[in-house]
Every structure is written in C-alpha cells, then in structure tokens.
C-alpha cells in the first residue's frame, strides 16, 4: 500500500510492503506528521516553535517534544563542532533536525504495528526498512542539474538516507562560522547512515562544511557520502561502493 | 521517470494550490486526504481527465477552477539557474505544464582531485537507468517549480 500526502509543506509518501497494512495505520503515519508541522512549522504562526521565537513561551515551559528536539539539536552542535546549529540570529530553526527526527519516529510508530517492510520518504529524506519482493530497496540520487535525472541507485535495506541542497524548504543552510557567505561550491550532498535521523542532521551540517564536508563523513563511522560539486562532479566516501547497485 | 517526475510535481503544486485558494480558511496542509500517488502514473500522458480534483469537501461547481487558456508564471529562483512554467488549462482543469526555463547552466571545467590524500573518490556524475523505487534529494527545484506554477495559475483563477 502505497499513498502519498503533503504535509510540512512537502509531498510524504509511504508504502507498506507488508500485506496485513491498513488505511488506518497510513493515516496514523500521516497524523503524526501533522503534530509535528502544528508544533515545530516556522511557517505557522501559532507554533509552539513560533511562539518561543516571539518570546510568548519559555522554552523551560514547552513541549517534552520541543525539549527534546532542542536537546538533541545542541547535541548534534557539539558532535559537528558547531555547523549545525539551529539558533540563527537569535531565532530558532529547527527544521535541520525535526524533518529527519519525524520520519524516524514514524518508521517506529511502523515498526511498532508490527511492519517489516516498507519506506518512509519526506521530501527526499528516506528511511527504509526490509525489502521489496525481496530485494532491496532501489533509491536514485537526483541529479542537481537536471531534476527528472538520477545520477546513482543505491540498494539499502534498514537504513537511512537524506539529502542536503543550498536551499531547502524550511531549512536555509549556512555556515555558522560566516554566515554570510554563500555555499556555493557543493550543490548536493548525500548521506547514508544507520537511520534516517541520523543521515539528515549529518547532512546538514556537513554540507554547511562544504568542501570540507564529504571528508567529515569518511571519518564518522556508520556513515557514507556523495558529494556533487558545481562542476558536477561527484565525491564519494571509501565504504559507498558498498551500497551501489552493481549493473550486470 | 522524467515523466512521472513531472506528473508528481504537477500534482503536488496543483494540490498545494487547491488546498491554499479554495479552503481559505483551512489549515495550509490536508493530511488525510492522500492522494493515491498511482494518479501521477496515469497523468504521464498528458491527458486533463486525471488531475486529481483538489478535495471532496469543495463547494465549487464542475466547471472547473480555471479559466482556459495558457499562463506563463512568474520567474522563479531554483538557486542554480531561473525557473518559469507555462500553465496550459483545458476544459478549467490543468492540461500541460511546460518549462520555458529550467536551471541547466553548469560549469564544465575539470576540476582537480583535492582529496589525494584521503580515501575518497571522485567520478564525473552519470545519469543511470535502472529502475528506482524512490529519489532521495534536495527540494529547492521543485519548490521553485511550484512557486511559478502558483503565479501562472492565480493569473488562471476564475
């Protein structure tokens, strides 16, 4: 079963290999979803991430959802040595870490019901859990250049994968050390980890890094990358082959 | 794929369009009203009939949202070129969509292996042609997409 809805301003589509899935289960997948964006949407103005923003409400006071995401935010600041960071001009902007922690915990609230075998992808970042008629799952990476392209497929199963671009809805990335200079040298950058949560904060921060960024990833174990520069050439980690699919 | 590509795209921006015009004051976003994503299958071939209707829950007649004719939206950043789209409505439905500009200008020097040193590799992009379940990548290009189809159809508005 496989069904698509926009929400958080951005297509989310699901499909349950599983054949005892209902519509009941997708919609919980999708209410969720809509909890999330009612809470952390920058974009909706009775937020409660909106409302700490204009100073309505103490962060001590907010969500035990909001207090998490903060705290694993400030988290993944130390563990990126500061290029992720949410605050920006004294507002926050969680959306660099809410998207991938969203789709993590929807894959549970999956798993919880009992599923093996399905997808969660929202708007490009995707976890994937067990297989497709027994193989696994086939993910392209876009080509940067030309959107109806796809310039890799991975075979990944039990696993995470996001992407990074200049300018992503919600999620203005930049680099927190000169914030004002463009990141123009790396267009897109791909990450693969042991979940979704995971590969979207890293690929995050890691391509606030630019350049840098690919050889961060090659020194975080768990973790593989695919870079793609403006002159649309491709960088890749040492254990990416891996996940390649291998053409007969 | 391209053309599926587009469809769902299309889709999208026609959804998101429907959803902020005619429920006014509605939440920006319908969850539960998925869309079957089998639809932007179908839609590949071009044909009016299966644009999805915005929702159930309108109170607008059958004639149709738009007024016919074609509508040029409005240039749109896509950050690595300009995107603008042509809106082609038919019988007040969404009948093409067409790209006057897409983002494609990228810079074709060589560039220098800078990671010598280290355990990566670097490749010239490919475009590939196995079949794919699902595309992970950034959303500005379709963001764009929708940003200029939104102008071509509020221009369309009956």
Known sequence: MKQTALIMG????????DATVTQSDLNAVFAYFVSVDTAFSTYQTTSEISRINRGEL?????SAAMQTILALSEQTKQETHGYFD??????????????GWAIQNAAS????RGYQNFYIDAGGDIQVAGFKDGYPWRVGIRNPFKHSEYVKVLTLSDRGVATSGTAIRGQHIYNPYHPDAALLEIVSLTIIGPNVYEADRFATAAFAMGKAGIQFIEDLAGFEGYMIDVHARATFTSGFKKYVLQEI | MKKFAVAALIIGAFLIYSILYDHSNAIPFVPTSATETSTAT???????TTTPT???TTGTSSGGLYKNGSYVGSVADAHWGSLQVKAIIKNGKIADVQFLQYPNDRNRSVDINNYADSQLTTEAIQAQSANVDIITGATDTSEAFVQSLSDALTQAKV
């Open chain 1, 10 to 17: 951005m297509p989310i589509t699901l499909e349950v290999m």
């Open chain 1, 58 to 62: 103490a962060v001590e006071n907010c």
């Open chain 1, 86 to 99: 949410i605050q920006h001009n004294g507002y926050y902007d969680p959306s660099g870490i809410v998207k």
């Open chain 1, 109 to 112: 609230l999956l798993s919880a």
């Open chain 2, 42 to 48: 179908d839609s590949t071939t071009g044909s009016s």
């Open chain 2, 54 to 56: 915005p929702s159930s």
